[in-house]
């Protein structure tokens, strides 16, 4: 069950009049009182003799009485929906459920002859709407701070005792949604986002993009188009800012402004300052390596990190996981650019929870990422199917870290971004799979019964299943590549099934393809010491020939 408690309004009438209409698209079938305060308040929907009017009059009592003395906005209006899956519950239990939620909530204390007057109407057959007015018999205001959260911890109860979906509980830290006159005005000026959902990403991706310190950041926010307004403490210091768009105004004209902390919770000034200031070198063995496989070494560390690291740590990947996600659709083909967008705006609720990160644990990883952004995206179709193998397993990983935790909003969001991810990989790999397989299928017979040996040494109990799926030449292939490499294929192999997951993939071979290719990459060798050493070898890459095994070499 979810409860939805709206802003306080001032006027009861005005919301009866939408709980007992037709509602905005004649969803409203037989409204009526489910309960309410004393049993006796009259129904206009099932007593031809009871008005609107009079029913106003009831709940308004004690707010006349109490003249200038009442609160301003006195209406209190709260509705709770179930599942669509859950059973049909009749007036009696919702009644029931409305008098726990306005115990909880402070509204209607059980037992208490003084408490708010309130009704619960039902128009539907899965929700109530419970209105009262905030005035008690002594004619204060109820004490109901915090009352959604009450109320919520109230409904979890109510769905163990009642049977129903129990629903996953957010933890607070989810971006706050566009109201309905902002999605009103995005329909009627033709966007198809709100103001507030196009700002969120402009924000977002300047963080994640090119931005290293907050000046640099206001700038690349202003050069995206959106309006900035930087607020400053007396002794000069950033306090805060806010945005808005050029052609987004009030009914007076003015732009209509979104502090940090409106559009998402890590979207704040300090949020973003943090994340900016944390500071690392690049690590020695990445710096040689050019900027993309540079980025998958990074990306290729998460799921490693996610499960041995500390919590804070482990938020830190997940931050900076998706900022990679937020970077990619800037320089990615055409082709998946929509589907890496989709996955980014996905995982954009993966990337907060309440563990506090410690972003300086992930700053090297963060550096590799904002390094992408300087160079052209490959050319080479194998090395973008190689970083989205990398982004999908570390997705995977953040999905199982959060699960792990009950984190179930971000698991469920981590779980929407595989899915697009997943299209985007699949569409990415088809050319340079094809050409893997063609090469496979022109290896020489003896040898491909060689690296069938390999497959069979290294994974016995998946040898038989990836020997018969369609994508084997390829990985055929890049065993011979790896071998040619000087690179031992069987260990590598054993290492990328033992330390990936490999339960979610439709053909292991395709996998394991590009995972080879991420673990055989060449150690960085130091500059030759004579004319002899500095001599190029003849390639191996040009025609399939045998390879002898190389020997293991110290590393």
């Known amino acids: 069950m979810i409860a939805n408690i709206v802003k306080p309004g001032h006027k009861t009438r005005g919301v009866l009049n939408y709980l007992y209409g037709p509602g905005r698209a004649n969803e409203h079938t037989d409204p009526h009182l489910a309960a309410s305060f004393d049993g006796f308040a009259p129904d206009p929907g099932r007593d031809p003799d009871a008005t609107l009017a009079q029913l106003a009059a009831v709940l308004d009592l004690r707010v006349k009485q109490a003249g200038h003395k009442a609160p301003k906005n006195h209406v209190w209006h709260c509705s709770i929906r179930a599942a669509p899956e859950d059973r049909h519950l009749t007036d009696n239990e919702w009644a029931t459920i409305a008098r726990r939620v306005l115990n909880a909530t402070g509204i209607a204390p ?8 309130w009704i619960a109407v039902r128009h539907a057959d899965d929700h109530i709407h419970i209105v009262a007015t905030k005035v008690q018999g002594d004619l204060r205001p109820p004490r109901n701070w915090n ?19 129990q629903v996953p509980r957010g933890d607070r830290t989810a971006a706050k949604r566009p109201t309905r006159a902002e999605q009103e005005k995005a329909r009627r000026t033709g966007n198809a986002r709100t103001a507030r959902e196009h700002l969120r990403t402009v924000v977002r991706t300047a963080v994640s993009s090119a931005a290293t310190n907050t000046e640099e950041f206001f700038r690349i926010v202003e050069g995206a188009g959106a309006l900035v307004d930087v607020q400053y403490f007396p002794s000069g210091d950033v306090r805060g800012y806010k945005v808005a768009l050029d052609d987004d105004t009030n009914a007076h004209g003015e732009p209509v402004w979104f502090s940090g902390s409106t559009l998402a919770p890590d979207l704040s000034y300090p949020k973003i300052a943090e994340r900016l200031m944390a500071t690392a070198s690049t690590p020695a063995e990445w710096a040689d390596a050019p900027v993309w496989r540079r980025l998958t070494r990074a990306v290729d560390g998460i799921p490693d990190s996610l499960a041995h690291s500390e919590d804070d740590a482990g938020q830190a990947h997940i931050t900076v996981l998706a900022e990679a996600l937020d970077t990619l659709p800037l320089l990615a083909p055409a082709a998946i650019r929509p589907r890496l967008v989709e996955a980014a705006t996905a995982f954009e609720r993966a990337a907060r929870s309440r563990v506090r990160a410690h972003h300086q644990q992930a700053q090297a990883i963060r550096r590799a990422v904002k390094a992408i952004l300087h160079e052209p995206a490959p050319k080479d179709g194998a090395l973008l199917a190689i970083v989205l193998d990398a982004l999908l397993l570390a997705v995977i990983a953040a999905q ?32 340079p799979l094809t050409a893997l397989h063609h090469r496979g299928q022109h290896l020489a017979p003896w040898l491909l019964k060689q690296q069938a040996a390999t497959v069979r040494q290294a994974l016995p109990d998946l040898a038989e299943q990836i020997l018969a799926e369609p994508d084997w030449p390829a990985l055929a292939a890049t065993l011979n590549d790896t071998t040619a490499a000087g690179r031992a294929p069987s260990a590598l192999l054993t290492q990328a099934a033992r330390h990936r997951e490999l339960d979610t993939a439709t053909s292991l071979s395709e996998v394991l393809t590009w995972r080879l290719n991420r673990l055989r990459e060449p150690v960085v060798r130091k500059p030759p010491r004579n004319k002899m050493e500095g001599r190029a070898q003849p390639s191996s890459a040009t025609t399939p020939r045998a390879v002898p095994p190389a020997r293991p070499r110290p590393r």
């Open 147 to 165: 009352d959604f959260l009450r109320a919520d911890k109230e409904l979890v109860a109510i769905e163990k005792e009642y049977g129903l979906r």
């Open 400 to 431: 199982h870290w959060h699960r792990a935790r009950g984190h179930h909003q971000q698991a469920e969001a981590a779980q929407r971004a595989t899915t697009h991810l997943r299209v985007a990989y699949q569409t990415a790999v088809t050319e």
């Open 110 to 117: 059980t037992n208490d002859p003084d408490a708010c007057r």
